[in-house]
């Protein structure tokens, strides 16, 4: 997966346990239901209000697959990372090889690739890059958790409001916000034990200043010591060890009634020092060594840092509510590979990609309960990214670099994106019972790229360029039918897109190989129920869906040169559920699951290898999670909780290959557990992950062994860990 970021160099290239679906009531979460108890049924009325169609609602009144996991439920189970949470919700997949390098995939989504088919967001920021030119896809950024009020995740296209890349989906952080009203904090410290591993430890810590009635300053900050467990014999134990640390500052005022305005800056740095990778035999994918061990030459570290800044104005007029959004995100990531398998030992790759993105949005609302609401907007983004490889030799006996053989190969590839778009949505609630929502949205953008190449490989120096451009529409109906206050019935067509761009292609290149590359739709057919009983004890989210792939990018090979261009079609069908059962107080069970049959209906060209017929990459047909929730009072201050889930991945199939096909991947089961006291303000919690100290692959790499067997990637081992907390 990660590897496919190196296609350009190597072909001399012309070159995210149970989350909610449903309804507002119902506080399950990627652990389970951790409120929801008959007797506070009502209480809990719209408890879990979301953005999804960026304004505020319940998630029962949306009308679509939305899954809920909320901040309190990531503290519980401790799901410091993406894999941790993301996977535990129906249809959803993390294709994973070093911390920082993830693939989210939504509903079987994928073909491999650098364009990312699923958006993301922080708060009102896009983040990561819309353009397929800058390893989009496999940079999604993993956000620690430390000061996340809920993470919300939509399933199928979501264009029509969120734009570009959105073609299987949007993941959305929402942050937390100052709160004028109380000063408040948490601090927490905790520390896993890793099997086959080392020992790993965090702190973090978050402060709410109130200024004024109307003025309030959040701080939060954290350091995550991410222990290893992966051993190598030329480097030692436990060589994809790591940290990640950072913080966020948030200020809010109101000025007047009217007007508020939050600005925010979030920090984050990611520094592993190795992959989660495996040495397997390519004929049974068996463990050639030890079942968590690789064989290198070159050290592998992969530091990415993250910046994201935001101002947020709102304005009330009184009928409308104007919105203005204006944000800046920068990633830049550093990162070693070694190549020994392809280019003979001792040879990696440095990689250096710098992401700037700015984007504005305005949008005006219709306000309050009214027959007819809508939003309307218009949105701008502008885009900088810079990809650079370089092709270096090293001692295979030390790791250490030969400055001699330096810059072996050098590809520089900058590239710029704008984009500009006007959308609208809109709901009309026809009657009590009937709702119809419709959206609409148009998009066009502006692309240039360039290549420089030099090295002794590669003769003299050459420097090519590109231009492209295309629109796209996209749109999306829903109409809803409220069978009671607790039933919704829905449908949903929407559709999705990811911008197409130039190929820095030679004037000397055979007309076989394209310049430019189109931009590749989905068109998503949806029904569902959200249902509750009245005193909560039951909730039901069910949904069916088809999902049309249309004019697919892939990255291909043309003789010499590597290449982004369209080609076959794909279709991705499913159901996916969510269930959840309180039958007291204390106790909660819940179920979630999806079968996703994702294929081509048309064959891929040659050079990438799939036919019609073969299973999209990394999607499994069957995955589930089950779990249970005990909460009770021991006294007046101390409550007891415990959890426990098993989570299940299906078989998958590996990438497109054109010579030796795809690979089976063989299922696997995790079992994770948490268990706590709350003392007043302290708190002190125990889990485990991964039980059972399971093997699942998640990722088979490209680059490959230096000893000519096949590289994987696994989730981590069986852990514990004990955590200290404190609020006040």
Known sequence: MARRTFVYLLTGASAAACAVQGHAQNTATAAGPAAARPDRAAADENAIIITAQKRPQALIDVPQSVSVITGETLENTHAQRLSDYLTRIPSANIVESQAGNSRIVLRGINTGGVGATVATYVDETPFGSATALANGA?????IDPSDLARVEVLRGPQGTLYGANSLGGLVKFVTVAPDPHAFGGTAELGIEDVSHGDMGWWGRAAVNVPLSSDTAFRASGFYRRDPGYIDDPHFGHDVNDGKTYGGRLSFMVRPTERLSVRASV????????????????????????GSL?????????????????????????????????????????????????????????????????????LRLAST????????????????????????????????????????????????????????????????????????ARYSRNHQSNGQDTSGPLVGPPQSITGKSSDSVVTYAVAPTFKLNENTRIYA?????????GPNAVSPDAPD????????????????????????????????????????????????????NMNGASARSSGVEFTAGLHPSRDLS???????????????????????????????????????????????????????????????????????????????????????????????????????????????LGFFGDVNGDITASVIRPRSFGLALGVRY
Do not use: C
């Open 138 to 142: 496999i940079l999604t950024p993993d």
């Open 512 to 563: 076989a190989v394209p310049r430019q590359f189109g931009p590749d739709t989905t068109t998503n057919y949806e029904v569902g129920i959200k249902t509750h009983t009245d005193d909560n004890l039951f909730s039901l989210d069910l949904s069916a869906f088809r999902i049309d792939w249309k004019n697919i990018q892939l990255l291909v090979q043309i003789g010499q040169f590597g290449v």
């Open 368 to 439: 309050g309960k009214q027959t007819f609401e809508w939003t309307a907007g218009g949105f701008y983004t502008r885009e900088k990214n810079r990809l650079g490889q370089n092709l270096f030799g090293a001692d295979p006996s030390t790791g250490d670099p030969i400055p001699a053989l330096d810059g072996l190969i050098i590809v520089d590839l900058p590239s710029r994106y704008r984009e500009y778009a006007g959308f609208a949505n809109a709901t009309w609630h026809i009657s009590p019972r009937f709702d119809l929502t419709a959206g």
């Open 266 to 289: 979030h920090l984050e740095n990611i520094r592993s020092n190795g992959t989660n990778e495996v040495d397997l035999d390519p004929i049974t994918l068996k463990p050639v060594r």
């Open 589 to 699: 069970f819940f179920a979630n699951g999806s079968y996703v049959d994702a294929h081509l209906t048309d064959d891929a060209p040659a050079s990438v290898g799939g036919i019609k017929g073969d299973a999209l990459p990394y999607n499994p047909k069957w995955q589930w999670t089950l779990g249970a929730e005990y909460e009770h009072p021991l006294s007046g201050s101390t409550t007891a909780r415990a959890g426990i889930s098993w989570h299940y991945t299906g078989d998958r199939r590996s990438d497109f290959n054109p010579t030796n096909g795809q690979r089976n991947l063989r299922a696997f089961g995790q079992v994770d557990a948490h268990a706590g006291l709350d003392f007043g303000r302290f708190r002190v919690d125990a889990f485990a992950h991964n039980l059972t100290d399971s093997r699942g692959i998640v990722n």
């Open 293 to 361: 061990e690789h064989t290198r030459l070159l050290r592998q570290p992969n530091d990415i840092d993250y910046r994201i800044y935001n101002t947020t104005i709102d304005y009330d007029f009184g009928p409308v509510a104007l919105v203005s959004s204006t944000s800046y995100g920068t990633l830049d990531q550093s990162q070693i590979e070694d190549a020994s398998g392809v280019f003979g030992p001792g040879i990696g790759v440095d990689q250096q990609m710098k992401q700037r993105r700015f984007t504005q949005e």
């Open 492 to 500: 949903r067509i929407a559709k999705g897109y990811r911008p197409g």
